[in-house]
């Protein structure tokens, strides 16, 4: 395996163009002309989670046998994909493109990283070739109602994080269930049916709306929770990547 994906990968600092705030990511970069992954983080974690997440970080072999260079952002932490994060990523993406010539991004991500896929697959399109998510929300106007009334300490923690990040009406220009005819690209959507942090309805409606449309696969874990999904994450890669041919 490529010792870009072995040794700790290069962390690229920059500000935003948007108020100037100081950020990260993490790069392996596999060559010009390579297709990306693209790995965005789940709540409570960073831009490195690819790296070092035991139960993650295990698909680095896979990653490197498919000669992917990868990027995974930090994009401010807990920030649900909000607006200014929407414009961070794209820049991060437009910018390594363009320096290094990447090809396609094809984005694998699970809880906050995949619904941080979808709505970014919904208000840059032309930025995301594939998506992989590995349990996900798909209207956060929706979740957010659903950890008001959770009993969890995780659900006040995403709840805060959410309503921190998000004006009222944001909620409207990020819902994926409402725009999911922009969600033309290949997608591979898992998750747990006992998930009891994203309930399994979120992803039940996106599929409902895409039902027997090319290159889209759902596929529901029978008493998964919600790490169940993580297992596919071989899978999910392959499928996208035989899409795109």
């Given amino acids: 395996m490529s010792a870009i994906y072995t040794e700790t990968p290069e962390k690229i600092a ?3 163009r948007i108020d100037g705030a100081d950020d990260w990511y993490m790069l392996c970069n596999a060559g010009r002309g390579t297709d990306c992954l693209v790995y965005l983080h789940g709540h409570g974690s960073r831009g490195d989670q690819l790296f070092t997440r035991a139960d993650i970080k295990t698909r680095l072999p896979l990653i490197a046998g498919l000669n992917l260079s990868v ?3 930090d994009l401010r932490g807990n920030s649900w994909m909000c607006p200014t994060v929407v414009s961070d990523l794209a820049d991060i993406l437009t910018f390594c493109r363009e320096k ?3 090809g396609r991004f094809v984005f694998v991500s ?3 990283g995949g619904t941080g896929a979808l709505i970014f697959a919904v208000r840059r399109p032309e930025l995301v070739d594939a998506i992989g998510v590995m349990g996900g929300a798909t209207k956060l106007r929706r979740y ?3 950890l008001r009334r959770g009993r969890l300490s995780i659900h006040r923690e995403i709840l805060e994080a959410i309503e921190a990040h998000y004006r009222e009406e944001d909620y409207a220009l990020h819902d994926v269930s409402a725009q999911a005819e922009k969600l033309t690209m290949p997608l591979y959507f898992a998750h747990g049916t006992a ?3 994203m309930p399994v309805a979120e992803m039940y409606d996106l599929r409902d709306k895409l039902d027997g449309r090319p290159g889209k696969f759902f596929r529901a874990i029978p008493r998964g929770g919600h790490d169940s999904p993580i297992p596919l994450f071989g899978e999910i890669l392959e499928y ?3 899409q795109l041919g």
């Fill in 195 to 197: 998930d009891g942090i």
């Fill in 144 to 146: 957010r109602e659903s």
């Fill in 110 to 112: 699970g809880s906050m």
């Fill in 100 to 102: 290094y010539g990447f």
């Fill in 240 to 242: 996208l990547l035989g």
């Fill in 71 to 73: 990027i995974a952002p």
């Fill in 14 to 16: 920059y500000k935003s």
